[in-house]
């Protein structure tokens, strides 16, 4: 089935590196939107993309997490100069509209050392 | 300050039974509420959901109830099957903002 995919599943990395994490929505799909879980935590809202309005960037921890949406589909969230904090597990999720349904990717579980 | 709690961290409910998820909020504007379901490894799939304008939304084995003068929502599934044993999150949102989300309710059906 064509859902919402994200690599890689897993990434260990060491702390003060940069990491990419990849989200490919559903196609056809408008908006997408990043989430973070952290241990114990529920999902915690990061950036939305809706077609070509400016993303609504207001979950953003820190200005070491940025985002891009090219040509409307693939979105990649980047982390720069990580810290231990950052360990989580990264979700994306799509939907046809704003307030439509959200489908969500299996997410890319990020272990920073 | 948590806009939205799920108060219970785990339920264990025979199957056959019912099983009553809840979940409590604070901001009086959320006017549409979801719950989504989670396996292990897996992303969140959505399950059912309710606007402010109705109190109840049945589907299925699932029913969903929204009590806006006490700020509570819940999810009741009856029958309960052993495929039901996930964690369960609520979600909610106010006009066109991002969903909030409780921590989750981890439900273990037992055969």
């Known amino acids: 089935g064509a ?43 990061l950036i939305y993309f809706q077609g070509n309005s400016a993303p609504d960037k207001s979950g953003l ?9 090219t040509g409307g589909s693939v979105s990649t969230l980047t982390i720069q100069r990580t810290q231990q904090e950052d360990s989580a ?12 349904t959200q489908y969500f990717g299996p997410g890319t579980r990020l272990l920073v050392l | 300050d948590q806009q ?10 025979q199957e056959g039974r019912i099983s009553i998820l809840n979940c409590d909020y604070t901001n009086s504007m959320f ?7 989670k396996y292990p490894a897996e992303g969140p799939t959505f399950l059912i959901s309710i606007s402010s304008i109705k109190d109840k939304n049945e589907d ?6 929204l009590n806006k003068s006490a700020k509570h929502l819940s999810l009741h599934i009856v029958p309960s099957q ?7 999150f609520c ?18 059906v037992i055969a």
């Open chain 2, 31 to 37: 006017d549409y509420f979801l719950w989504y379901k």
């Open chain 1, 61 to 69: 921890p820190s200005d070491r997490f940025s985002a891009e949406r």
């Open chain 2, 82 to 88: 052993p495929g039901d044993s996930a964690v369960y």
């Open chain 2, 4 to 13: 939205v709690k799920q108060n219970s961290p785990s339920l264990s409910v």
């Open chain 1, 3 to 45: 859902g919402v995919s994200q690599s890689p599943s897993n990434k260990v990395t060491e702390k003060g590196k940069d990491v990419e994490l990849r989200c490919d929505p559903i196609s056809g799909h408008t908006a997408l939107y990043w989430y973070r879980q952290s241990l114990g935590q529920g999902l915690e809202f």
């Open chain 2, 91 to 108: 979600a909610l949102r106010s006009g066109n903002t991002p969903l909030v989300f409780g921590k989750g309710t981890r439900l273990s």
């Open chain 1, 89 to 100: 597990v990264y979700l994306c999720a799509s939907s046809l509209g704003q307030l439509e």
């Open chain 2, 60 to 65: 299925g084995r699932f029913t969903v109830f």
